[in-house]
């Protein structure tokens, strides 16, 4: 099995900044893709930011500027910094993951998600 856990979450003003991180654990061989989303009341989960293995990243354009993504391979984590942040970002973010497992299978996962809320 492969568990996926936030944390990080929390409620900001607008312009303010946040740090979410994610840990995976489990039977892991190799993670490849990592990334975050979100979904707000009413509305799709959509890609807020997502990093390669190799480090290449990319950005949903409304967090463009503001959001930066990146991984700790070697601790199996990945972290959303979120800066000048704005009441429309508010949504629950979840991390996911492209899992090869020991047993050399590959599974995408995610975790149980972690509130986001910004104030006005």
């Known amino acids: 099995q492969v568990q996926l856990v936030e944390s990080g979450g929390g409620l900001v003003q607008a312009g303010g900044s946040l740090r979410l991180s994610c840990a995976a654990s489990?039977?892991?061989?190799?993670?490849?893709?990592m990334g975050w989303y979100r979904q707000a009341p009413g509305k799709q989960r959509e890609l807020v930011a997502s990093i390669t293995s190799g480090g290449t990243t990319n950005y949903a354009d409304s967090v463009k500027g503001r959001f930066t993504i990146s991984r700790d391979n070697a601790k199996k984590m990945v972290y959303l910094q979120m800066n000048s942040l704005k009441p429309e970002d508010t949504a629950v973010y979840y991390c996911?993951?492209?899992?090869?497992?020991?047993?050399?299978?590959?599974?995408?996962?995610w975790g149980q998600g972690t509130q986001v809320t910004v104030s006005s």
């Open positions: 489990g039977i892991i061989f190799s993670i490849n893709d």
């Open positions: 996911n993951a492209l899992v090869v497992s020991l047993y050399r299978s590959q599974g995408s996962y």
